[in-house]
């Protein structure tokens, strides 16, 4: 009589550890997309060739701009006196992902801006965004990397005052910031302001509020909309504003089917496993 | 009756959330370590100021080699066709951490290459090494970093056959590739191959077998010799033989006491539930 249900809650007990990695970053090279006016990309092939010794050798170097592809602004970028690369703490730089979907808005208006809305709608599919969180928006902008024209969506990619993409509201990066403890604020387009800004509010907001800015992040359709982790792993570059990093998420598929952020699965389980025993101890 | 027995079980689901992130990355900057005959670091302060739009502005640029300071060897490094940076498969960057620590060792022969003993004696306390494990030399040498003379260990440092520093001997290494799965090996030195080295077997054996190498990684007397998960956040720069990393590690101080790795604590995990669930259900 009681087998059934120890079996049952095993089940529960080792379903939880199937993790998928997924790679969010796009690649660094002469493709790569930066803001007017930085300097471009370099790279150098210092040694590809066999050797006296017998064995293969390559090794390169490489030149970039900090605000280049998949890169993180640090605080310091538009906030005098926030962490600059090497300050952010590294438990910064990571938290359960939040991917906030403006697919659908974004592809009628090009200069959407995520709103507070945005942010309720989320919450009230997946529960309240957790301390902590990567927050990224997903407007489907990923697609178009590293056609510059379509990413800037214009046809002078050097005249940022004819670029469309979108970004995020800065009365939504307020709200995440005075109500909710986030990590990161991110976006799949080149900048957390949208692209019609001259004054970079948003920006100004995340460094004023030592949170986390991550830009050009790719292949968000990959990962669910919660119940990621997510890391944002950046060069640790002293003096830096900012940097090239390495982003990615590790998603356990099994653990959480529904919607809902991973502590919140977690409980979920223990809930189920209680549940469980509780009934099966009843019938015996 | 029964809820002893169920808050038992509970209290030992609950015990295994709480991670602790663990930077294992030394600063990209003038200091960075890098093997002689490298082109110089370059950091360019592009703005720093003021601006018209009210707000502060921070932006740079920098130049490296790929090989410098806590930065990955990939397989194409020293092996023909072997992977290059961007190549790499995310999953590849990321495994249970395995610390070889050669400290003793190493502080009386400065020329200690890891051997085949050193592995089955940290198999002996914690284990069958896991699959896709990331295994790091720790030999205590983080401590000297960045102080180039100490690091290379002479006064010469533009001379390499004056070096003398810890590496893996490549017999140890054949004999993962051959015997366990690992993704990464790895050391807190400059070179996977011990200072003294002219052929760099080490090398040439990691990158015909498509392991990653990862080299200067620091703190690695902050993460326990077993238990932790460890990320390999390389550059994802096309066409290189390694790059700058963001190297940490997460560590799950409540789930590991022991040595074990964290696949075993879950195994330990679930033996102890359902030992507890039997007892409690047979002492009814």
Redesign the interface.
């Known amino acids: 009589m009681?087998f059934p249900w120890?079996l049952l809650?095993?089940c529960f007990?080792?379903t939880?550890?199937s993790l998928r990695?997924?790679?969010l970053?796009?690649?660094?090279?002469h493709a790569t997309i930066y803001w007017p006016g930085?300097?471009a990309y370099?790279?150098?092939i210092?040694y590809?060739n066999?050797t006296n010794?017998?064995?293969?050798?390559?090794?390169?170097?490489?030149?970039?701009?900090?605000?280049g592809g998949?890169h993180v602004d640090s605080p310091?970028?538009?906030?005098?006196g926030g962490w600059?690369t090497?300050q952010i703490p590294?438990?910064k730089?990571?938290g359960k992902g939040v991917i906030v979907n403006v697919q659908a808005k974004a592809s009628i208006n090009h200069d959407y801006q995520v709103t507070v809305q945005d942010l309720t709608d989320w919450e009230n599919s997946y529960g309240l965004i957790p301390d902590g969180a990567v927050v990224l928006m997903n407007s489907g902008w990923s697609d178009k990397y590293p056609d510059k024209n379509a990413v800037f969506n214009t046809t002078t990619p050097n005249d940022p005052s004819t670029f469309h993409f979108p970004g995020w509201h800065e009365d939504a990066v307020t709200w995440l910031s005075k109500n909710r403890k986030v990590n990161v604020i991110g976006v799949d387009t080149p900048s957390t302001d949208y692209g019609q800004s001259?004054?970079?509010p948003t920006?100004?907001v995340l460094?004023k509020n030592n949170i986390i800015g991550v830009e050009n992040v790719g292949f968000l359709d990959s990962i669910p909309e919660s119940g990621s982790t997510i890391?944002v792993?950046?060069?640790?570059?002293?003096?830096?504003?900012?940097g090239?990093?390495?982003v990615?998420a590790m998603v356990d598929d099994n653990q959480c089917t529904s919607g809902s952020d991973a502590?919140f699965c977690?409980v979920n389980?223990?809930v189920l496993?209680?549940i469980s025993?509780?009934v099966g101890?009843l019938t015996?």
Not at 25 to 29: D, G, L
């Open positions: 009681m120890m809650s095993l007990l080792t939880c550890s990695i997924v790679d970053t796009h690649e660094q090279n930085n300097p370099n790279f150098t210092l590809r066999g010794g017998g064995y293969w050798y390559e090794s390169n170097s490489f030149a970039t701009a900090e605000h998949t310091a970028h538009f906030y005098q600059r090497q590294m438990e730089l990571v001259t004054t970079f920006h100004v460094g890391f792993a950046v060069v640790k570059l002293s003096d830096g504003s900012g090239p990093a390495r990615f502590h977690h389980l223990h496993v209680s025993l509780i101890l015996l």
